[in-house]
């Protein structure tokens, strides 16, 4: 009997095929950001004042300068008020002016906004009391990330990768243009909710079918080349939003080239070990055989006829997480790193406004510094294991945030220069949880298990704005939550087995001690002595 690993070694875990596969995945990738991030700049606040075209009946050759002087009050600042105006009278000119106006009202009749650009504020008049509206809707936004990472990441294992992952770029690419025509704003929100649902199923599918088709030396690459495209829409998005002002227009540059990735109907591959666990050998024979053909290789035809499924794999189930010990502890743990990394990355960049900087070059830095970031993790789960990485990537990031709430605000240099490094190890954790939960859940659960960890941090996202909002009551509150989660996290971590140089587990049941060990030195020990068998067979394989 021969197991999914042995075919996949003998088609080529690192050839042609996974490399085109990798490119598949990546290109879908700068459209999520352009989603996660894009309100941001639709959203920027635009001065306006209360439409006070009342006086105009009453005088209608007043300048705008007379008109704001006579009908609009002054805040402490000297400054027009955005959310008032003078209670309308009936009086002359003459007789406003000799006794002058002294209640006030909130604006009865709309707003004039001082920019001929349009975006959301201005279209959907989401300022004053409506201000809050913005916050909600990305709390909705996130909403809908947490119920697409449950529903499309049961569907995957249900179904396959492939359709799941297909019919999710169609609804992220119909929706997000849709999103430009909404005639108003609840269903400019429903929308969005939509698209927050379809992202996570377009993360969760790519992320499984990279972690199950490429070999275990460079399953990690496979999965952080493509968060480095994440990382590098981010950029994109600033320099698109920075050309195209106009929400509606911006909306759908960023949302009509998922379109042209139509040829994926063809293109895209099933996942060869999801055929196995639901016992469609026959199909997968043909997927590991088209791989061996672009990877030039031969798979011996006794390797192929001897293929069968180690054991009939039902479909897993979200109870099947917390029925055993060991993945009852893997799915707390790595729930919490989750929820802690979204909490972090998202509580960071959404103060990208507090750094001194142009909105539209600090997006560019946040997106540059996430690319070093993401591609360190290779190395770094290479040299010290994934365990090791993921915890020292949450502390470091936790400390940073701590010493953050120490320093002065007369020193915005230093403040900016260790949340960049907090930005910096929080991505490289993000990066770090996708490979880690991807190898720690078994094969049958595996998406259930990864969805249910999106879940978390989906939930980490929702939170982190209201976190912000206790910066009312002290200014430190934020950044120390922001700062101890990550640490808790972090110790939590050291708890788990460690995977690296690992095979993927196919079954829940609990693996024996020389399959998942705690101890690094038996890990590198196995790891290099897999190495060493590999170079003596002549089958290792050129790395990403």
């Known amino acids: 009997m021969t197991d999914t690993a042995e075919v996949l070694k003998a088609a080529g875990d690192c050839g042609r095929f996974q490399k085109w596969l990798v490119v598949l995945i990546s290109l879908a990738c700068p ?6 991030f894009s309100q941001i700049f639709m959203v920027q606040h635009v001065p306006h004042h209360c439409d006070t075209s009342w006086i105009l009946e009453i005088n209608p050759n007043l300048t705008k300068e007379e008109q704001l002087n006579v009908t609009i009050p002054r805040n402490t600042q000297g400054s027009y008020e955005e959310c008032y105006m003078y209670t309308p009278v009936d009086w002359d000119l003459d007789s406003i002016r000799r006794y002058g106006l002294n209640s006030t009202e909130k604006c009865r009749d709309g707003w004039v906004y001082l ?3 349009e975006t959301l504020i201005t279209k959907f008049d989401l300022v004053c009391d409506r ?20 529903t499309f990441g049961s569907l995957s294992d249900s179904i396959g990768r492939r359709p799941t992952t297909l019919v ?3 609804i992220q690419g119909a929706f997000g243009i849709g999103t430009a025509f909404a005639p108003n704003f609840y269903v400019y929100v429903a929308l969005r909710w939509a698209i927050g649902a379809a992202l996570s199923g377009v993360a969760i599918g790519t992320l499984a079918l ?54 994926y109907i063809w293109v895209f591959p099933e996942s060869a070990r999801w055929l196995m666990a639901k016992g469609r050998i026959k199909e997968a024979k043909k997927l590991f055989q088209k791989a061996a053909v672009m990877n030039k290789r031969t798979i011996p035809p006794e390797l192929l006829d001897e293929l069968t499924p180690e054991k009939k794999s039902k479909s897993g189930n979200i109870l099947d997480l917390f029925r055993k010990r060991h993945l009852r502890k893997v799915t707390l743990i790595m729930s919490v790193a989750w929820f802690v990394n979204s909490l972090v990355y998202y509580g960071l960049s959404l103060n990208i406004g507090n750094f001194g900087l142009d909105i539209y070059l600090t997006q560019l830095v946040f997106g540059a510094v996430e690319i070093p970031a993401r591609f360190s993790c290779i190395y ?7 365990k090791k990485s993921q915890s020292g990537c949450l502390l470091l990031g936790g400390i940073m945030c701590l010493i953050v709430t120490g320093i002065p605000k007369d020193l915005p240099v230093v403040t900016t220069s260790l949340a960049v490094i907090g930005k910096f190890s929080i991505a490289a954790s993000f990066s770090v949880s996708y490979v880690y939960s991807a190898e720690l859940f078994p094969t049958v659960v595996r998406q259930t298990g990864v969805g249910l960890c999106s879940m978390s941090a ?19 509150i934020p950044m120390a939550i922001f700062g101890s989660t990550p640490v808790i996290g ?4 050291c708890l788990l087995p460690e995977t690296r140089g690992k095979e993927l587990r196919d079954g829940t049941e609990e693996p024996m001690e020389n399959q998942w060990s705690s101890d690094d030195a038996s890990i590198n020990g196995h790891f290099k002595q897999k190495e060493d068998s590999q170079e003596v067979e002549g089958t290792k394989t050129t790395r990403f």
Not at 131 to 150: P, W
Not at 231 to 247: S, T
Not at 458 to 473: E, H, K
């Open 131 to 150: 201000k809050e509206q913005t916050d909600i809707s990305q709390s909705i936004f996130m909403l809908g990330l947490l119920i697409g990472a449950f």
């Open 380 to 386: 770094l789960m290479q040299w010290f294991g994934r």
């Open 168 to 170: 999710c770029l169609l």
């Open 210 to 263: 990279a972690t199950e088709w490429v070999g275990i030396s460079y399953r990690p690459h496979a999965v952080i080349i493509s968060h480095c495209w994440f990382a590098f829409g981010q950029m994109i998005l600033a320099g698109l939003a920075y050309g195209i002002r106009n929400w509606r227009m911006l909306q759908i540059a960023g949302s009509a080239p998922v379109f042209a990735l139509f040829f």
């Open 490 to 493: 972090g110790i939590l971590c």
């Open 31 to 36: 459209s999520l950001s352009f989603h996660l």
């Open 115 to 117: 920019s001929s650009e």
């Open 458 to 476: 989906r939930l980490g996202g929702i939170i982190s704005p209201l976190i912000a909002l206790l910066s009312t009551y002290n200014s430190v």
